[in-house]
């Protein structure tokens, strides 16, 4: 049945991906893009020696009543340890990375359906790497310039493996979204999401990202980012913590 469900996932989202190329070539006057890359770094020594980089980019273009979106998200980070010999080293703590694609459909002003898939890998939950694809349909509750509300349902295909336990695991999971975005003013914005996604066949067994960002100019075209991230995971791996969350900062780069 999974399989069944996935195959026909995977035949929406790749009718949207044409639908949106030949949208593209009829409407390639029209368009209108945009295209930002961001990058941080954290450094710190004494007791403790330890850093932690991070990079991204965002790409998003319009077509007539389509929307693209897409972009990655990159952190690293070493800390110094002390090894079995007793000498101190550099060793991983952070390796963590995903690569995101949308495609958005507006029927109206205030309806659309769109397709998503995201790929992941986080070397500190053990998630060797998670893709989840599937279709939506969602509302514009408001689009009034400044602020923008919407909210969406659907269903997503999961899959993923582990870096010290052997098999996999995927499921078909109801997936629940809100998305917020307040222009505060030319420049500044405070940016929100978040998604649920629990296991259909097993409520208890879920999926939560937030996410949260104010970005502020403080050159033409930069502007100084700070994001806050929440991934919980009601059933990690083993030894592994349901809690995840990051505090970035970093600058910003818009064409």
């Known amino acids: 049945m999974i399989i069944n469900v996935k195959k026909a996932m995977l035949g929406i989202v790749t009718a949207g991906l044409v639908v949106s190329s030949v949208v593209a070539q009829d409407e390639v006057e029209k368009k209108n893009w945009e295209l930002s890359v961001n990058a941080g770094a954290n450094f710190s020594s004494g007791n403790t020696k330890n850093y932690l980089a991070n990079a991204g980019a965002?790409?998003?273009?319009?077509?007539?009543?389509?929307?693209?979106?897409?972009?990655?998200n990159m952190n690293y980070g070493e800390i110094e340890k002390t090894n079995s010999e007793g000498t101190n080293e550099m060793v991983k703590d952070t390796d963590k990375y995903n690569i995101y694609g949308e495609y958005q459909y507006n029927i109206s002003e205030r309806y659309f359906v769109n397709a998503i898939a995201d790929w992941m890998?986080?070397?500190k939950a053990d998630i060797k790497y998670r893709y989840k694809i599937g279709p939506n349909v969602g509302v514009n509750l408001i689009k009034d310039g400044a602020v923008e509300l919407q909210?969406?349902?659907?269903?997503?295909?999961l899959y993923e493996t582990y870096e010290t336990e052997d098999g996999n695991d995927d499921y078909i999971a109801l997936r629940l979204a809100e998305d917020f975005l307040w222009t505060i003013s030319e420049g500044t914005k405070l940016i929100q999401g978040v998604e649920y996604m629990p296991d259909t066949s097993e409520f208890g067994k879920y999926l939560v990202n937030f996410n949260v960002s104010l970005e502020a100019p403080v050159a033409k075209g930069i502007s100084m980012v700070v994001t806050f991230k929440d991934q919980y995971n009601s059933q990690p791996v083993d030894d592994k913590k349901k809690n995840d969350t990051s505090l970035i900062f970093g600058l910003q780069y818009s064409l």
């Open 151 to 157: 909210t969406s349902v659907g269903a997503v295909y």
């Open 121 to 123: 890998h986080d070397y």
């Open 58 to 72: 965002a790409y998003k273009q319009t077509i007539g009543m389509s929307e693209i979106k897409t972009g990655f």
